[in-house]
């Protein structure tokens, strides 16, 4: 099995591999079924026949695609789309309008507004299906190049780039929710003998087997792992106190000592092991992301100064 579909990477970067949907939002009821029956044959389907009933939809059931009538008594469809927009959850989905309006105007404003496509009612059952099947297509190009820039491409697991973005996030979520955030920096101990002694390929393996092991021990839905550098990784926890940290630190050591990959060159043990840096810090009471960071990598390097194969917190 290739590593990148069963390494557990971020439920984000999953997102893709799921079946497409699409939810239609048409006040009039058989008009939403009709649709809905059309673009069944391609893919789950859903309506909403309310524009609030709408807005909800898109927020549960994560749509890859919205069709969105236009004429709808309490909101409109600019207006649906407007706040479809304006909400970062939805903001992403692509939006198809199909309207009976007659104004031609209609068709001007909703694609300046950055819709997807305009199609007018009554449709032609093969232009619509055409429609949506290009649509969807695009929709599942974009996520998987999502995806992929998202990606550590020898492991699976998340990058750098997508660990400092997802850091900065959670470092502002905690400082509005006044909670804990916690890191910990992992490095895998005497490496560059593994590599002499071994070869890359296996010290390849090695470190997809070392990912895939710590990427095992996270279980709680913001949790994530990414490749931070060659042979160092790092999990964001937010919401996290330095105790539960420091449990899934020992949880990690144990479940890479368990892999039990041999390393005869190693200082700390004959297998393969990692030092690890504990952090858990309040971020309203720090000004910057990047200091915990630079807490935790100052324990690891007191863990590496300590004999390597320990945790400091
Ligand atoms: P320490 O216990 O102090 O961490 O020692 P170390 O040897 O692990 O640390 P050092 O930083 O000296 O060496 C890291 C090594 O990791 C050197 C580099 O060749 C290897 N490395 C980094 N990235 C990769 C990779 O993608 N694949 C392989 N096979 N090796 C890598
Ligand atoms: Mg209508
Ligand atoms: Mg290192
Ligand atoms: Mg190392």
Not at 33 to 41: F, K, N, R
Not at 100 to 119: K, P, Q, R, T
Request: proline share 4%.
């Amino acid at each position: 099995m290739p590593y990148a579909s069963w390494l557990p990477i971020h439920p984000q970067l999953l997102s893709a591999t799921q079946a497409q949907k699409v939810l239609v939002i048409d006040d009039v009821e058989i008009n939403a079924a009709l649709i809905a029956s059309v673009v069944g044959t391609l893919c789950d389907v859903q309506t909403a026949t309310s524009s609030q009933k709408g807005l909800e939809m898109a927020l549960q059931y994560h749509p890859d695609l919205i069709l969105l009538d236009v004429l709808m008594p309490e909101m409109d469809g600019f207006e649906v789309f407007r706040r479809l927009q304006n909400e970062p959850r939805t903001a992403h989905i692509p939006v198809i309008f199909l309207t009976g309006i007659s104004d031609a105007s209609a068709e001007e404003v909703g694609l300046n507004m950055g819709a997807a496509d305009f199609i007018a009612k009554p449709f032609r059952t093969a232009v619509l299906l055409a429609r949506v099947r290009n649509h969807l297509q695009l929709a599942q190009q974009r996520n998987l190049l999502e995806r992929l820039s998202h990606a550590d491409g020898l492991t699976g697991i998340a990058n750098r780039r997508y660990f400092n973005t997802m850091l900065t996030r959670e470092f502002s979520r905690m400082q509005r929710h006044n909670q804990p955030l916690a890191l910990l920096m992992l490095d895998v101990d005497d490496f560059k003998a593994f590599n002499d002694h071994y070869g890359h390929v296996h010290g390849d393996e090695c470190l997809q087997q070392v990912a895939h092991a710590i990427a095992q021990c996270l279980h709680r839905p913001g949790d994530m792992v990414a490749r931070y550098g060659g042979e160092e990784f790092v999990c964001l926890l937010p919401d996290t106190t330095l105790d539960g940290a420091l449990k899934l630190a020992h949880d990690i050591q144990a479940a890479i000592a368990a892999l039990r990959l041999p390393h005869v060159q190693a200082q700390a043990a004959a297998f393969v092991t990692v030092s690890i840096g504990v952090a858990s810090e309040l971020p309203h009471q720090l000004g910057h992301s990047q200091q915990i960071l630079s807490i935790a990598d100052a324990r690891l390097y007191r863990a590496k100064r300590g004999g390597r194969n320990r945790i400091v917190s």
